[in-house]
Antibody, heavy 125, light 107 residues
Framework: EVQLVESGGGLVQPGGSLRLSCAAS????????MDWVRQAPGKGLVWVGR??????????EYVASVKGRFTISRDDSRNSVFLQMSSLKTEDTAVYYC????????????????WGQGTLVTASS | DIQMTQSPSSLSASVGDRVTITCRAS??????LSWYQQVPGKAPKRLIY???SLQSGVPSRFSGSGSGTEFTLTISSLRPEDFATYYC?????????FGQGTKLEIK
């Protein structure tokens, strides 16, 4: 069974930093791309970014609103992906979800098909 | 960025009704579109991928269609567990973008 479990959320002051983790099990983690999506309280879903697999040099993509402040990384030996958030703003307050995707050189046959339960980040003084 | 315009933003319907939700992309995205259902307090669940392919385990009353810039999600006969919020997602071009959501409520 595919499982994704986020952790690391909490209360942080604006300008502070926080590192989220997502532990994966039940599938070949190292083959997959991993995404982060967030949802502010009472609002819609926003794609935050992606990290590709080793075959694609662990390259990353980000939405403009977090570029330069957030960094996605992964540790395939621990089946985990991370979201390092710095210079946090009040508008970063949200539930953060990780999700998996699978891509090959011919395209992405599956994108964001399984999601974790999310972890809440609150940036407030 | 590609804008995904989802309509309606809310919808009241009754059990047994047929409902359709639409997503329009600001530029062509082929069939690189998924639909998700979200129940309050839970993670989104993928229903449809590649615009019209039914996710394994999802009831056949859900269907998707479209390509290019216009897409629809149809629920053929609403059941009580279908009252939730639905989102489309384009994964053709970075940054990936979601529609703003459609809240489906019981009439």
């Amino acid at each position: 069974e595919v499982q994704l479990v986020e952790s690391g959320g909490g209360l942080v002051q604006p300008g502070g930093s926080l590192r989220l983790s997502c532990a994966a099990s039940g599938f070949s983690f190292s083959d997959h791309y991993m995404d982060w999506v967030r949802q502010a309280p009472g609002k819609g879903l926003v794609w935050v970014g992606r990290i590709r697999n080793k075959a694609n040099s662990y390259t990353t993509e980000y939405v403009a609103s977090v570029k330069g402040r957030f960094t996605i990384s992964r540790d395939d030996s621990r089946n985990s992906v991370f979201l390092q958030m710095s210079s946090l703003k009040t508008e970063d307050t949200a539930v953060y979800y990780c999700a998996r995707s699978y891509c090959t050189n011919d395209g992405c046959p599956t994108q964001l098909d399984h999601w974790g339960q999310g972890t809440l980040v609150t940036a407030s003084s | 960025d590609i804008q995904m315009t989802q309509s309606p933003s809310s919808l009241s319907a009754s059990v047994g009704d047929r409902v359709t939700i639409t997503c329009r992309a600001s530029q062509g995205i082929r069939i690189d579109l998924s639909w998700y259902q979200q129940v309050p307090g839970k993670a989104p669940k993928r229903l449809i991928y590649a615009a019209s392919s039914l996710q394994s385990g999802v009831p056949s009353r859900f269907s998707g269609s479209g390509s290019g810039t216009e897409f629809t999600l149809t629920i053929s006969s609403l059941r009580p567990e279908d009252f939730a919020t639905y989102y489309c997602l384009q994964h053709n071009t970075y940054p990936y973008t979601f529609g703003q959501g459609t809240k489906l409520e019981i009439k």
